[in-house]
Nanobody, 126 residues
């Protein structure tokens, strides 16, 4: 069982930056692939970024590539999402997710993930 708690959301102007954190419980954090998803009002949850458990390979949605960076600190049981050059369309609730195993190429799919956090609100004003 893994519990995930996000923090770091808030209100920021367009062009600004935020750093989200997701703290995981338990001693097996390094055994999980981690990801960030987001959900805007009236829209489906969408993939943002993922980082693998062993090699630390990263994957990004096209909409955030070059602006967002996912990283992890296995000693601190934490995954981060550094968000730069924020746009109003980035406004959403951001959730982190954990998965022991992911089918090749399926990091973007919500059904690959076993555990989810409650989310943290990010609002970008124009």
């Amino acid at each position: 069982q893994v519990q995930l708690v996000e923090s770091g959301g808030g209100l920021v102007q367009a062009g600004g930056s935020l750093r989200l954190s997701c703290a995981a419980s338990g001693r097996t954090f390094s055994s999980y692939n981690m990801a960030w998803f987001r959900q805007a009002p009236g829209k489906e949850r969408e993939f943002v970024a993922a980082i693998t458990k062993i090699s630390g390979n990263t994957y990004y949605a096209d909409s955030v590539k070059g602006r967002f960076t996912i990283s992890r600190d296995n000693a601190e049981n934490t995954v981060y999402l550094q968000m730069n050059s924020l746009k109003p369309e980035d406004t959403a609730v951001y959730c982190c997710a954990a998965a022991r195993l992911i089918l090749s190429g399926s990091y973007y799919s919500t059904d690959q993930y076993d555990y989810w956090g409650q989310g943290t609100q990010v609002t970008v004003s124009s």
